[in-house]
């Protein structure tokens, strides 16, 4: 032992550093550097999740109900929304005078009327181009090319429900079509 090494190992040069050390502390850099990017890791998840809870995404889908794969944010700025009233529909039954009324309000509402071999179904849908729209279908009548042939009209409900009704076929009749009304019954009033 006469080289100085009192350790019993390889002899241990003082002007090289010490190899072990510098490379424990490297190692030790090194784990605080990795430890420093799994902290930095789980809280970006952890806001990112935080996030995303808030700010929920929606699934578009097709009409088949599959869905299309792109998710879209949904709106949080911009105009406000306007909700719009809802708005019931009476049914009137087989009651005109409850019609009538709804009629004259233009007001959402439906009516079965039937008289010995004819039937109709009326539905008034609200105010439209300065007049009441309704909707009607007979359902039942003796002439065949009327069974089943709907048509929306907007009517004068400053009339009754009648005179309106009546002004409405009349004017179709001589090739007109001052109460805009749409539907395949149009064709069969104006081409008997």
């Not at 008034?124 to 309704?134: A, D, N, V």
Request: aromatic content about 6%.
């Amino acid at each position: 032992m006469e080289d100085g090494n009192k350790s019993g190992g390889a002899p241990v040069n003082s002007s090289e550093p010490n190899k072990s050390v510098s490379s424990g502390k490297s190692n030790k850099n090194l784990s605080l550097i990795i430890i420093g990017v799994i902290l930095v890791l789980v809280i970006a998840g952890g806001a990112y999740a935080y996030h995303a809870s808030k700010h929920k995404t929606t699934t578009s889908t097709v009409a088949s109900g599959a869905p299309t794969g792109k998710t879209f944010k949904p709106i949080t700025s911009g105009p406000k929304i306007v909700k719009t009233p809802v708005t019931t529909t009476t049914s009137c039954g087989a009651d005109p005078s409850c019609f009538n009324t709804s009629f004259k309000d233009c007001t959402p509402a439906t009516l079965t009327s039937s008289i010995s071999n004819i039937a109709v179904k009326y539905q008034i849908l609200g105010p439209q181009g300065g007049g009441c729209s309704m909707s009607f279908v007979y359902t039942k009548a003796s002439q065949a090319t009327w069974l089943n042939q709907p048509m929306t009209c907007n009517f004068d409900n400053k009339q009754s429900l009648q005179a309106s009704v009546t002004a409405a076929f009349t004017d179709l009749s001589k090739g007109n079509n001052t109460y805009s009304c749409v539907g395949p019954f149009v064709a069969v009033l104006q081409h008997p």
